[in-house]
Each structure stands twice: as structure tokens, then as C-alpha cells.
């Protein structure tokens, strides 16, 4: 016992500091355990020996030889080891300590300089690896912004659009059909009169009564001067001033009938589709081909037969004085473009009566023969099927309307399907679906501009809802004959009411 107190003084004497003489330094003998506070002390800081537990001290490593040391001989000093031991002892007391009081125990500077988890495995990622992920996650978040935000959907809608109009036919500069310009009354014009031819006459005898000032008139042979022909004076028609609204885009449709290639033929379906850029339900007009109407600067005949008498121009004219509403931009289809839009479109699901099924099953109205085999009640029909069924006119719809009443309801229950067909698909869906139907029309050249615009305003406001309407409206109209334009056959003619311009104005233009 002697010989551990004589060390332990030793050590307590020792100067840290390697390589150094170590000189004696007197060390008064002192026992805490005299102290009359220190059980005191110690239980207040640490328990009582009741509440003592053995068991949360850590575990120390040490050598087996810790302890023995021989006392014939004098032992090295291991200086590190000590500190690692009072440490281990220190972390012990110091961490039981801060669990009596509630308290974390300290973190040690080394735990606090050693990297987190997350760090260390970042820094072990190749570069590589991080740059591609970081060319990801912008891609993502470029993708999510231009889905997720207001500006993203406009940027995207315009910069698909204007890729599906590059392939689309655009309208710049119609030329007049050769047959229907034949037909047309021919303005009259002012052609210059011929000279009249002086009749050779007697110098008149001198009169003494006459001025001789005064030059006789020569005489004119009447035969010489034509008599124009002028043109039958048309009848008085009214002509409506088009209503207009910068926040609403009226896009006339006009499906064509184009027999004979080449010349423009009649436009038996005839659509105005208008879109509130404020949001709303889309609405939808369709125009019976049959309407009595002005064509401006030409003459009174069918409306279908505008388009072909002076091309598009002729045509929205035609809608805009006739009915008062605004004509922004128009679109074309023929039969074979209907026909291959359907198509591309993987088909229209469309219901049936079971008489017209059996109608177009046993006529000619589709054009391929081994397509005749529809049934009634609901079906994928193809293109040429939904041709056939869109020209059917003598059968009835399951409304009970016929004749041309039916078949423009026909046209009208054949675009909710296609809208039905858009607005099933995501962006790019749409994108894929635009440039095909774009490749089979024929449009004005501001459509895309105002395209981008509406598709636009459909997507940011759901606007997924249709509204229709007929012109003639039932009841406002009246069936009659009159001659045609050269006063030779009987025409079949539909005058509708002032009524229907009314109502027409209200349904696109609301209070306005």
C-alpha cells in the first residue's frame, strides 16, 4: 500500500511536458472523506445509495496487467493511456450526472466535428453520378412547372401548337371556283359609247332671221349607241352589324361536299363554335343548309352555297350580315379529310336506333361495303361509318328530329364526341391528336393564334361542357319555293325570323 501511494505521488509530481526534468513539487496529504460536507455533497449530486445503479456505468476496456504492478520494480509511465482512462472515467460520472438532472449530456468536440451520415455518403457518390442527377431534377422540375403552373401551360400550348399547325393547309389566297363564277350575274359596267358618225347635211341657206353664231347639231344615228343591259334590281334584305367581344373567339366550321375535284363545292355542314376566353361552358351553332340568305355582293340563294360562290370571304360574310354575330377565324373539311380525321382518331364511339343502323347497313351512305355491319346502341364507329351516319336525312334521330333538322343534330352529337375524344388526354396526348386532325383541314391564317389562346383558356378552366342551338329555332321559320337565281327552277328555301338573329346574338354574346 505504501508503494501505490509513493507512485501515485510520483505521477501527481511529473511535469506533462515530455523532455523536461521533473522537479519535486510537495504534495499535502488531503482526504475529501474528512470533509463534514462531503457525503453530503455527494449525495445531493449524485443520490443516495439507495437510488445508485451499478449497472448504468459504462464498461471500461483495460488490459488485464491494468493493475499489476510489480513493487520490487519501478513501472514506465503511460502518460496517454492515464488520459484516456480519466476520460472514460469523467464521460461515465459526467454522463450519469446529466441523466439524474434531465439533461443531454455534452456532445465531445470530436463527435461534433465527424460528418453526419447523409455527408459521408454524398462525398462517396462518383462526380458523375452527381451531375446526372442533378440534370434530372431540373428536367423534373422544368416538367412540373410547365404542368403545374398558369405560365408552364401557356408556354407548352404554344409551342405545341404552333408545331401542329406547320402542318396543317392554310388559306392565304383563295382563288374563285370556275364553274360558280360562270354562274353569276355579271355586274353591269360602264363601257365607252362610240363616236357618232356626222351625217353629211347642206350648208344651211343664209337667213337673215338666224344667228350665225349658232352651229347646227349634227344628226346621230340612234343604232349606233348600245343600250347597256343591267343586271335584275336585287331584293331589299336586311343586314345585321356584327356584334364583337375581344374575349370571345367565334370559329366558323364548314364541312365541304367536293364531288368534282377541283371546284369548290356546297357546304353542307355549317358550324360556329364559340369559346369565352373568361371561362364557360363551349357553345356550338349549327346553320341548316336550306336558310334563304343574302350572299353579299353576289345574290339571294341557300347559305350552303356561299362558300362556293366567292370562297371563305363569301362565306363569313355571309354568317356575319346575315346573322350579327363576328366571325374571327374558319376551318374546312372535306369527306375524305372527315373520313381519314375519324380514322387517325381511333374512331368515335357513337349510339344507334335500331332503324338507323339498318339504314346505313342497307344503303350507300358508307362508302366502303364491308364497313356496313353497325348495330344498334353504342359502338366504335369508323370514319367512314360516321360519314354515312352524319348525311343521313330520312331517318329519324332518336330525338324524333328528320330531315335536315336530324342531320344537324347528327353533326352536332358527332363533335361532342370528338370533344369527348380530346378531353380524355393528357398534354401529350393532345399534342399527338392536333397534329394529326391539323393534316386534313384547312384553315385561316390567324386560326393559331387564336387556337393557342383557346385551347388555353379550356385547359385553365375546365371548360368541358357543351351548349347547342339550331338556326331556324323550332317555330321560327317558314318552308317555302322560290325560283333560283336564274329564274329557270324551283328551290326548296327555309326564311327564318328576325327572331332567330335575337336569339343567336343572346346565346354567344349573353346580356351583351
Known sequence: MDNENKELEELETQDLEPGVENESVEVPDFDPTESEDFYNNLEAAIGSEDDFDETELPELSLPEDTFALDSDAEQPVDEAFDAEIFAGVDAALSEQIEQEFGREPETSVAEEEKPNWFVAGWRAIPTWT???????????????LLFGTAGGKKLLIDIATGWAFHYVKVDETPTPSPELELSVTPEPTEEPTPLPTETPTPEPTTDPNQNPDVTPEPTVDPALTPTPTLSPTPTPWPVYEAMDDENIINVLLLGEENLDK???????????????LNGGPLKMVSFQRDLYVNIPGKFPERINAAYGAGNFKSAVETVEQNFGIDIDAYAKIDFKGFENLIDSLGGLRISLTPKESDYLNTTKYISKPSERNTVAGYQDMTGAQVLGYCRVRYVKTADGLSGDRGRNARHRIVLEALFDKFKDQNITQLIALMKECMSYVTVSSNLEDLCKDALFAVTEHKMYEIETLQIPQSGQYENKTVKDRFDKLDMDVIFYYPSNVEKLQEFIYGDN
Open 130 to 144: 452527381k451531375v446526372l442527377t442533378g440534370i434530372i431534377l431540373v428536367l423534373l422540375i422544368s416538367v412540373g
Open 262 to 276: 377541283g371546284l369548290r363545292g356546297r357546304t353542307d355542314a355549317i358550324i360556329v363554335v364559340s369559346i369565352n
